[in-house]
């Protein structure tokens, strides 16, 4: 019997309840890795501004969510994964731009929740209800591989 048939048959025995669990299970791991794989593009993305990349080279899209990453991960998790002074030249940057970058869809769709003018203004992102689940996911990976780096840095 091949792999595809064994799969068929075990599928139909299954009730309709382990079914849809198995079904949750693969969903949300696919989230998951969906989420890993973001994160490491926006932990690459900060190591790049950290390095002193400007912030005329990166889309407004991918701006906006370094700001709402830096925020959850700074608000929720006791994490920075940029300095204080990259935080507020990023805050400003923004707000002196908002117009544009609102317009670029920076951070992508809802940013005009969390893209507020007086939190740039202030330099904070301390609401955490203005994210998205994604954002809010990606960062709990974003504190993970920065961390892990911050580890292998300090070992050598």
């Known amino acids: 019997m091949t792999l595809m048939k064994q799969r068929h048959q075990h599928k139909?025995?299954?009730?309709?309840?382990?079914n849809q669990r198995e079904i949750d299970t693969v969903l949300r791991k696919a989230a998951e890795a969906a989420s890993m794989?973001?994160?490491?593009?926006?932990?690459?993305?900060?190591?790049?501004?950290?390095?002193?990349?400007?912030?005329?080279?990166?889309?407004?899209?991918?701006?906006?969510?370094?700001?709402?990453?830096?925020c959850i991960?700074?608000?929720?998790?006791?994490?920075?994964?940029?300095?204080?002074?990259?935080?507020?030249?990023?805050?400003?940057y923004l707000l002196e731009n908002l117009d544009e970058a609102l317009a670029n869809r920076a951070g992508g769709l809802g940013a005009e929740k969390y893209l507020d003018e007086d939190m740039l203004a202030a330099g904070s992102g301390?609401?955490?209800?203005?994210?998205?689940?994604?954002?809010?996911?990606?960062?709990d990976f974003v504190e993970m591989i920065m961390r892990r780096q911050q580890r292998i840095e300090l070992t050598g």
């Open 12 to 18: 139909a025995t299954l009730t309709k309840e382990e």
């Open 37 to 70: 794989n973001s994160a490491e593009v926006f932990v690459e993305a900060f190591n790049e501004l950290s390095g002193g990349k400007p912030f005329e080279k990166f889309s407004w899209i991918r701006l906006g969510n370094l700001y709402a990453l830096a």
């Open 73 to 92: 991960c700074y608000y929720q998790h006791d994490f920075s994964p940029t300095s204080d002074a990259m935080f507020d030249s990023l805050c400003l």
């Open 126 to 139: 301390y609401d955490m209800s203005r994210f998205s689940n994604w954002l809010l996911d990606v960062a």
